[in-house]
């Protein structure tokens, strides 16, 4: 039941039902894929506060989240090396510092899919490919749209 809810539901209607339903709702199987995308409450706080509970995330979408930063990036990248897929579109407020933290701290990084993203340099975008982290794995894809 609880993997078919949503981040929103688990955090703000299953976890209030009754304490064993609130320990289920924060069990780290449930938090392996995150996805935010459009919650405008999003911010370096809550992505700091999901890393340094939450270390086996494995894929997170934060698409126009427009209150996240770089800060709060770099911390869930440095705090989450199991990151297989990373995706970030319409976030024009992040920049490269963004996306070296998740290539350098990411070992297993599979997908990025980032797109756009006013603040995206083609230099870390080319650079991306090269960097031992992405190299790693083999085959790595980067989506940049529109950067």
Wanted: overall charge positive; some cysteine; aromatic content about 8%.
């Amino acid at each position: 039941v609880f993997s078919h809810l949503s981040v929103k539901e688990r955090c703000l209607c299953a976890s209030l039902v009754c304490k064993y339903w609130r320990d289920l709702c924060l069990d780290f199987q449930f938090w392996k894929q995150i996805d935010l995308s459009g919650l405008q409450q999003v911010t370096d706080d809550l992505l700091v506060k999901i890393a340094s509970r939450r270390q086996n995330v494995m894929e997170i979408n934060i698409s126009d989240c427009r209150k996240v930063q770089d800060t709060g990036v770099r911390a869930l990248a440095s705090r989450c090396p199991g990151l297989l897929r990373y995706t970030a579109y319409r976030c024009k407020q992040l920049s490269d510092a963004s996306l070296t933290a998740i290539a350098t701290h990411c070992p297993l990084l599979q997908k990025v899919h980032v797109g756009n993203q006013d603040k995206l340099t083609d230099h870390v975008l080319k650079k991306v490919r090269f960097w031992p982290s992405c190299r790693a794995c083999g085959a790595k894809l980067v989506f940049a749209k529109q950067c």
